[in-house]
């Protein structure tokens, strides 16, 4: 496609339940990014993805929060018996080499996550 | 670990005023420097970035920002704005720069509104 995608767009969830967010990064793109972003505060690292492999994922709060991308293209988010403080905007990020000194991160619209 | 401090959380100004946000951070090495700005309803959107070289990067719209070893600094400034700048800004930080893991950390952002 021509941007990042995530799906869903909103997603309500009762406290406990499992949640699954979807991103779909820009084709070829090699890097993908997960961000939360909690009301009123700016968005703040969870995890990093090469390709298939995560190479970083210092910023996953809990051990409740996984993350995968399988064939190294969509990425999954998982959270599971999801807690109010998990109630936030999860943004998703991908880029790709360049060759540059910086590889421009091109971020998705966001699932809005709400805990109940 | 980097911080990035935004001190002003709201900004209100008339159409054709000049603008500039502020943003600090913390690290003092070498860093990458990005203001990213959203839209109503839209995500978010790399304004400018600096990786080196002239300490005054200019953006797209008008916008440009100044980065200043010494304090720390990467002030976003624009000399007119107009209504449609209303948006939320975002400073953010690569620290340090990893090639490859090019993870932001961002300020808490500024809501700027444009009064026609």
């Known amino acids: 496609g021509a941007g990042v995608s995530q799906s869903p767009r909103y997603k309500v969830a009762k406290r406990g339940q499992d949640v699954a967010l979807r991103c779909d990064p820009i084709?070829?793109?090699?890097?993908l990014f997960w961000y939360q972003q909690a009301l009123g505060q700016g968005p703040e690292f969870l995890t990093y993805f090469q390709n298939e492999a995560q190479l970083d994922k210092s910023g996953l709060p809990s051990d409740r929060f996984f993350a995968e991308r399988p064939e190294g293209s969509v990425s999954t988010l998982k959270i599971q018996r999801t807690q109010q403080e998990d109630s936030a905007v999860y943004l998703c990020?991908?880029?790709?080499?360049?060759?540059?000194?910086?590889?421009?991160?091109?971020f998705g619209p966001g699932t809005r996550l709400t805990v109940l | 670990a980097q911080s990035v401090s935004q001190h002003n959380h709201h900004v209100i100004l008339s159409e054709a005023a000049s603008l500039e946000l502020g943003c600090n951070y913390s690290?003092?090495?070498?860093?990458?420097l990005f203001w990213y700005v959203q839209y109503p309803g839209q995500h978010l959107q790399l304004l400018l970035k600096y990786f080196s070289g002239d300490p005054l990067v200019k953006g797209i719209k008008g916008f440009e920002a100044e980065f200043i070893k010494s304090k720390f600094s990467f002030n976003l400034r624009k000399p007119s704005v107009q209504w449609s700048d209303t948006a939320e800004y975002f400073c953010?930080?690569?620290?340090?720069?990893?090639?490859?893991?090019?993870?932001?950390?961002f300020g808490t952002g500024t809501r700027l509104t444009i009064i026609p």
């Open positions: 690290y003092g090495g070498t860093v990458n």
């Open positions: 084709s070829g793109h090699v890097s």
């Open positions: 990020a991908s880029s790709s080499p360049t060759g540059g000194l910086y590889n421009e991160q091109f």
């Open positions: 953010a930080v690569n620290d340090p720069p990893n090639f490859g893991n090019e993870k932001l950390t």
